[in-house]
Structure formats: structure tokens, C-alpha cells
């Protein structure tokens, strides 16, 4: 079967990904990086890869016009992903289902190859159990007693939304990466229901029922708005958008954001997250460069804020690099075997190809199980207000510790 796997606009995590349609000999996989210069042959499957935009409907078509089959693999295709974010701020990232009719949707970020071939096959991804129902922790549903956007990892058995740390686990599938095993909590890149954020965040708030928010009444006498005034819960959500729509805000229901542009749509995916939020943020959309952008920008919080790192955490850190510089070469020479034997040996260390292990101070769940995790833990850290900055990258943060301005380019992706 002819499959060809094009690549569009961002991180190329879902593209590089693709390569391992090669290992056996079912598909003969050719793989189009720039799809404007595609001249247009027939192709049995055609899978498109990164976010879109509407002007980049003219290559769509004629991709559609020459396949019998066109799949959205992975969340910025499928539901416009994480760079959709910068629809906050008036971008216009649209998911293929919006630009074109007949598509088929493989979710996630990354998206999971082998729910790609199943999909390619016309098998069909066969009917997947809730993420709660595979996660170890396990839920109350207890009102909360307070929201708490960090905690130590010291419990590994009762549900993130019990312990106030915000998990969208109710909301999503079970899942390849798992973020939840790597005691990072979930943001929905695979929501099991339509509007996924939307329902969590009612979900959310029902559990914050006992904690105080602010409301202000109108000229006429009724409560009618929360508040513009601080309260525990405002204070305790400071990104609603950034925490609850990660991966599905066109998707969401919700009209096109007013918040004015920064001029660059990925720097407008950064300004407004959380510090605490970065990791995964970086981890997701970095492509083929996620591990080292990531560590630029922990390692200038941790510098700048003397948070201690152990020569453990340093090892580890070093290992990540060395594979993320063998996993280029390897994607390069579009060599899958080795493609894969790199991403395991990632995973190893990094919990998932979205870094879910890698945190500010070191790592958040054992590695090594001869390891003694207390060498490279990580810990709750300050929130410090401030500028930061590392060789090609530079943000600044307010005192709750949202990033309010950023100089990131593309080409670090
Ligand atoms: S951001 Fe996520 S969905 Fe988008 S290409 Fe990267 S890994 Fe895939
Ligand atoms: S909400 Fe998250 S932590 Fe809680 S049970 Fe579900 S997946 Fe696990
Ligand atoms: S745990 Fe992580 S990989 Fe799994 S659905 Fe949630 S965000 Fe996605």
C-alpha cells in the first residue's frame, strides 16, 4: 500500500514519528516535508502531520483530490493541538476535519503509530477504556479543600484531582504515553467525549465547591459574574485556557480570543502558561529538538533561582541529549530501527516522548530501579518572578508566575 506522509506547519514529533510505517514491508512510505512542492500522484493513504491554517487549504485539496484515504495524525491535524493555543490570541489554527470533509482522526500528541495503522488498514481503533479506568490512582470525588498547582510526589495511590492537583484524566482515553505513570497529571491530548476541556473544567469546579470565589453583583441587585476581584479559586487557576483546552480549544465551542498577538503564533502559544506547565509544554511541541528545549528552558529557571541539581540529574540529563543528537541522525537517514531502539531508550529515562519525567531540580518518578530516587528527586519549587534567559530563548515572568513575554523561534522546533 502506498502511503504518503506529509508534513505541514510546527513540530515534526508526529512526522518523525511516522517513519516507523517502514519497519516490515506492509507500506511503501515515502515522507513530503515541504507539501507545497508536491507535484500530486495517486496515493492509496495520504497522513498529514502538524498544525494547519486556512491559507494552507489550496495543498490540502490537492492531497485530498489524489488519495483514496486522508488521515489527521495527531492533535495539531486532528484538533488543532497545542499551537492552537495561540487561537487565545486571534491565530487561526483549524483542524483538518474543518478545512476538508471524509478525514479520519488519529489522536494524541504524539500520536500513537499504532492506532496510525490501524486507521491506515481500515481496521479501526477498537474501543478504548477511560484513562481513570487504567490509572493506579484511584478517585473520591471528595470536595477539595484547596487547589494546588504543584504538590510532592509522595502519594502514589490517590487520584491528582483529590490531592487539588488538576488531572483531565475523567475526560480522556487510555493512552500510550501515560503522563499519569511519570506523576505528571493529564492534559487531554486523547479526550474520550466532545468539548473534553469544557466538561472538565465543570467536573473541576463541582470538586471546588468548597473553596472561596469571588462574586460581584449588578446594578440590579443579583449575583451574576464571578468576580474581578482575587480569590482562592481565581488565584488557584491562573490558566484556565492553557490547563483545560491544551489540545482541543478550536474544538471547544469557544468564539476566536481577543487577546492581542504578539506577532508569532508560537510565541503566543507560550505567553500566558505557567512555569510549572512548561515541561510538558516544550516536551509536546519541541519535535525533533523537544529534549533540549526543554532543558534550555529548566535549566535557566533552575540557574537563575539556585535550585540544586545532583550530579544523578546532570547524568541523566546528559544521556537525553546524546540520544536526542543520535535520534536526528537516525530520523535523517530515515533509519526506523534505530528510530525506535532511540525512543525506547528516551522513554527510559524520560517517562514518554512528551518528557513527562523532566521537571525543574531533576526527575518526578524513579528511573532506574537500582537507583536511589531521593539522589535525583524532584521537588515543590518558588515561583520567581523575573527574566530568564538561555542562548536562543528568553521569557519573562510575572510574580504568579505566567509567562507575560517570550523570544522563541520556530526553527529551535
Ligand atoms: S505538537 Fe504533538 S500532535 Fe503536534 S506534531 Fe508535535 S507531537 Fe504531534
Ligand atoms: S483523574 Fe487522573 S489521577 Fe485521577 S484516576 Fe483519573 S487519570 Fe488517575
Ligand atoms: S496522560 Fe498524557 S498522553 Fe495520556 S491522554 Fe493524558 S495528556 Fe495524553
Given amino acids: ?68 484515504k486522508i488521515i489527521a495524525y495527531g492533535d495539531c491535524t486532528a484538533t488543532g493541538g497545542v499551537f492552537a493555543l495561540a487561537n487565545q490570541k486571534g491565530h487561526d489554527v483549524t483542524p483538518l476535519s474543518s478545512l476538508i470533509e471524509g478525514s479520519k482522526n488519529v489522536h494524541g500528541c504524539l500520536g500513537e503509530i499504532e492506532e496510525l495503522k490501524l486507521t491506515i488498514d481500515g481496521t479501526g481503533v477498537p474501543k478504548l477504556k477511560s484513562l481513570c479506568q487504567v490509572c493506579s490512582r484511584k478517585a473520591t470525588c471528595d470536595y477539595l479543600e484547596s487547589i494546588n498547582r504543584q504538590i510532592e510526589l509522595e502519594d502514589s495511590e490517590t487520584c491528582f484531582n483529590d490531592l487539588g492537583f488538576l488531572c483531565s484524566g475523567f475526560t480522556a482515553t487510555e493512552c500510550k504515553e501515560k503522563c499519569i505513570d511519570y506523576n505528571t497529571p493529564c492534559r487531554g491530548c486523547k479526550p474520550s467525549i466532545d468539548r473534553s ?3 472538565m473544567l465543570a467536573m473541576f469546579g463541582t470538586l471546588a465547591g468548597n473553596i472561596e470565589i469571588a462574586t460581584e453583583h449588578s446594578v440590579k441587585g443579583a449575583t451574576d459574574k464571578l468576580g474581578d476581584e482575587d480569590d482562592d479559586l481565581t488565584n488557584s487557576l491562573p490558566d484556565v485556557v492553557g490547563n483545560f483546552f491544551r489540545f482541543t480549544l478550536p474544538t471547544s465551542g469557544f468564539p ?19 512555569i510549572e506547565e512548561i515541561p510538558l509544554i516544550t516536551g509536546l511541541l519541541g519535535g525533533a529538538k523537544s529534549i533540549s528545549l526543554t532543558l ?29 543528537t543520535d535520534l536526528l541522525k537516525a530520523i535523517e537517514s530515515e533509519d526506523a530501527p534505530k528510530y525506535r531502539e532511540l525512543t525506547d531508550k528516551i522513554r527510559f529515562i524520560a517517562g514518554n516522548m512528551n518528557l513527562s519525567n523532566v521537571f525543574y531540580g531533576g526527575f518526578k518518578s524513579i528511573i ?23 542562548g536562543s530563548i528568553e521569557y519573562t515572568l510575572d510574580q504568579t508566575g505566567i509567562i507575560t513575554k517570550i523570544k522563541i523561534s520556530e526553527e529551535l522546533l
Avoid at 540557574?303 to 537525553?320: C, D, G, H, M, P
Avoid at 531521593?374 to 527574566?387: I, L, P, Q, S
Fill in 1 to 68: 500500500m502506498d502511503v504518503k506522509v506529509f508534513q505541514f506547519n510546527g513540530c515534526k514529533k508526529c512526522f518523525n514519528e511516522s517513519l516507523l510505517l517502514k519497519e516490515g514491508v506492509k507500506y511503501k512510505v515515502e515522507f513530503v516535508s515541504d507539501p507545497k512542492s508536491w507535484k500530486g500522484e495517486n496515493v492509496d493513504v495520504s497522513v498529514i502531520t502538524g498544525y494547519l491554517l486556512p491559507n494552507d487549504l489550496e495543498n490540502i485539496e490537492r492531497i485530498k483530490n489524489n488519495s483514496k
Fill in 197 to 199: 476541556g469544557i466538561r
Fill in 256 to 274: 476566536k480570543g481577543r487577546i492581542p498577538s504578539s506577532g508569532s503564533l508560537l510565541e503566543d502559544v507560550f505567553i500566558g502558561r505557567l
Fill in 296 to 324: 534550555k528552558f529548566i535549566e535557566s529557571y533552575e540557574k537563575a533561582n539556585q535550585i540544586e541539581v545532583s550530579e544523578q540529574t546532570k547524568k541523566y540529563r546528559n544521556e537525553l541529549l546524546q540520544l536526542e
Fill in 368 to 390: 532506574d530501579p537500582n537507583d536511589d530516587f531521593n539522589e535525583y528527586k524532584a521537588h515543590v519549587f518558588d515561583v520567581v518572578e523575573g527574566t530568564y534567559k538561555n
